[in-house]
């Protein structure tokens, strides 16, 4: 997959209080996210589907999110 950048794993761990970061686990967290990110994204597709749109609005993801 690897949609999510390295360098965007790394600002979010140093957001997060990490003075430094190692490699691996910049790469552990981006296939946490994006694994994390695709099933929220299927129920998404699913919320909107069942609701008679092709359009995935904000409130979907928010919806699939809590799930």
Do not use: P
Not at 3 to 22: D, N
Not at 50 to 67: F, M, N, P, Q, Y
């Amino acid at each position: 997959m690897a949609e999510l950048s390295l360098a965007a794993m790394e600002r979010i761990l140093k957001k997060a209080g990490a003075s430094r970061v190692g490699e691996s686990a910049k790469i552990a967290l981006r296939a946490i996210l994006e694994e994390y990110a695709m099933q929220i994204a299927v129920q998404a597709v699913t919320l909107a589907k069942h609701s008679g749109r092709s359009t995935v609005r904000g409130e979907d993801i928010k919806l699939a999110a809590k799930k």
